[in-house]
Nanobody, 124 residues
Framework: VQLQASGGGLVQPGGSLRLSCQTSGFTLAYYSMFWFRQAPGREREEVACISSKDGSADYVDSVKGRFTMSRDDAKNTVYLQMNSLKREDTAVYFC??????????????????WGQGTQVTVSS
């Protein structure tokens, strides 16, 4: 099982980035997927989740209306489109799954499957 996150970078406030999480070693269509982030000195935070049942996504309040999570099961990839970025979005972003659930009812823990993280820096 591998999760490879990419797409991070340096962007000005108000800008956009699209993160990708390429998966392998399992059938993505069977499982929900999550994006988390961790800023320096702060705890890891769940950002978004997408269900494999119906493709619906849930978001933390701070990103609602700005971020959109999607999935392409044929490409074994999930995405996080981030618009109207703010300085407080600066963090390392991780994709994750527990390979157990199809919905977003259970959040992956440290013992589950995580990508290596991609740095997003929002700064002028």
């Amino acid at each position: 099982v591998q999760l490879q996150a990419s797409g991070g970078g340096l962007v000005q406030p108000g800008g956009s980035l699209r993160l990708s999480c390429q998966t392998s070693g399992f059938t993505l269509a069977y499982y929900s997927m999550f994006w988390f982030r961790q800023a320096p000195g702060r705890e890891r935070e769940e950002v978004a989740c997408i269900s494999s049942k119906d493709g619906s996504a849930d978001y933390v309040d701070s990103v609602k209306g700005r971020f959109t999570m999607s999935r392409d099961d044929a490409k074994n990839t999930v995405y996080l489109q981030m618009n109207s970025l703010k300085r407080e979005d600066t963090a390392v972003y991780f994709c994750a799954t527990d390979l157990l659930h199809r919905d977003c009812s259970v959040v992956p823990t440290g013992g589950d499957y995580w990508g290596q993280g991609t740095q997003v820096t929002v700064s002028s």
